[in-house]
């Protein structure tokens, strides 16, 4: 009798070109003020940029647990990442990355 295996899952070739470098989570940080949200942004791009990275994940959350269940964080992050002038495109994350609850980033090189 012969054995089935199973096929091995498809590998996407440019899944790694699109890969966040890093990614910033803002759980378990406790209530945050909306300047908190700016200073923990700006502190984690200035990482990025030292450390030349151009592909970046920040995990937001999707608000199930903020007071009206929808989002605080990702509209005030989107906005500010949007502001900055070496940030090149902000985008809802790939649902395999957290989908609604994260923003990926690309920063210029």
Do not use: W
């Not at 009798?1 to 990614?23: C, G, I």
């Not at 940029?49 to 929808?70: A, C, D, N, P």
């Amino acid at each position: 009798m012969a054995k089935h295996r199973a096929r091995p899952k498809k590998l996407n070739k440019y899944d790694n070109l699109s890969k966040p470098q890093e990614e910033f989570d803002f759980h378990n940080r406790g209530v945050l003020t909306p300047s908190d949200v700016l200073r923990l942004t700006d502190e984690f791009l200035d990482e990025c940029k030292r450390r030349k990275l151009t592909k970046v994940l920040f995990i937001t959350g999707k608000g199930l647990h903020s007071q009206h269940g929808m989002s605080v964080i990702k509209p005030q992050v989107r906005k500010y990442l949007e502001s900055k002038s070496f940030v090149l495109r902000v985008y809802e994350g790939r649902r395999d990355r957290g989908g609604s609850g994260t923003l990926e980033v690309t920063l210029e090189p």
